[in-house]
C-alpha cells in the first residue's frame, strides 16, 4: 500500500506554492515601501554611511530573478547588482524593473523539480549550499534591507505601510 | 509497497529540524547585534521616533518562546513584551532573557507534532492563520527589526556582524 498517495494529510510543513506565495507577499511589502520614498530620497537618502534603499532594492531585485533561474536550471551565470543596461534612473524605472523580476520569478518558480531544493550548489557561482538555503537567503535578505528602508522612511517622516499586510 | 518508507529521496522543501536550525543561527546572529551595541544606546538610542533596539529585540523574544509553546500544544496564552517581572534592566540581562528563550524554543520545537504546521489557529488568541505561517512571521519579524538595529548601530558608527554570519 502506498501511505503517500492514499493519505490525503498534508505533512509538508510548507510547499513550494506556498514558499512562493510568502515570497510574492513580502515583494509586494517591499514594492510598497519603494512606492512610499520620496523620488529623491529612494536615490540620495542614507543613513550612517549606508547605501541609499535605491541601491538596497537593485541587490533584491537582481539576485531575485537569476536566483530562482538558477534553482530551475542548474545555470548561475554571473551577477550584475548595478542593473546594467537595464538600470533604473526614475523611481517609475524602479518600479518597472521590480515588476519585471516578479513576472520572472513566476515564470521561472513552477520550472524548479522538487529534488532541486534539497541539491547543493554554488549559488551565483560563490555561495555554496541546498538550493532551498539560497531561496531563504534571499527572501531574508529583502526583509533585512527593507527593514532598514523602514528605519530610512521614518527617519525622513514618513510612515512605512505596515509590516503585517501582504 | 510503501515508496515513502523505500524511498530515500527527501523531497520535503523543508524539514522541521532545518527549520529550527535555519531560525536559531538568525538568533545566533541577533545575539550579536545585542553584544554590538554599548549598554546606553540599547536601551535609549532611537531614530525617527522608533523604538530602541531593546524594545525590538523584546517584541522578538517575548513572541518566540510563547508562539514555539502555542505551536506545540494548541494553547495561545496573553503575551507581555516587557518581559514582566523577569524585564532585563541590563544588556546582561537582555542576553540572558535571550539565552533563555532559546532553550525554551529547543525545548517545545520537537513536541511539534507534523500536522500541527498546517493547522489554522488564533496565534496569541488574535492572528488567524497556518501555525507554519505564524512561526515564519515570528522569523520574519525579527530579522525586519534587527535590519532596524543594523541602521541604529551604523548611525552609532558601530560596524554591524556580518548578515550572512550565523
Known amino acids: 500500500m502506498n501511505t503517500t498517495l492514499n493519505n490525503p494529510v498534508k ?21 510598497r515601501v519603494i512606492l512610499a520614498f520620496p523620488e529623491k530620497e529612494l536615490f540620495e537618502f542614507s543613513i550612517g554611511g549606508m547605501r541609499p534603499f535605491f541601491e538596497l532594492v537593485m ?13 530551475a536550471t542548474g545555470e548561475w551565470p554571473h551577477v550584475d547588482h548595478t542593473g546594467g543596461s537595464k538600470r533604473p534612473a526614475t523611481k517609475e ?4 524593473f521590480w515588476d519585471e523580476v516578479t513576472e520572472e520569478i513566476n515564470t521561472y518558480w513552477p520550472a524548479i523539480e ?8 554554488k549559488a551565483f557561482g560563490f555561495y555554496e549550499g541546498t538550493n532551498i538555503s539560497t531561496i531563504q537567503y ?6 533585512h534591507h527593507r527593514g532598514q528602508g523602514y528605519v530610512y522612511l521614518r527617519a525622513l517622516g514618513i510612515e512605512p505601510p505596515a509590516f503585517w499586510e501582504r
Open 11 to 31: 505533512n509538508e510543513l510548507l510547499s513550494a506554492a506556498e514558499l512562493l506565495d510568502h515570497w510574492q507577499g513580502h515583494r509586494k511589502l517591499t514594492r
Open 59 to 71: 541587490e533584491m531585485a537582481t539576485l531575485a530573478g537569476p536566483g530562482v533561474k538558477g534553482v
Open 93 to 96: 524605472e524602479v518600479l518597472d
Open 114 to 121: 522538487p529534488v532541486r531544493f534539497q541539491k547543493v550548489e
Open 138 to 143: 534571499l527572501i531574508d535578505n529583502e526583509i
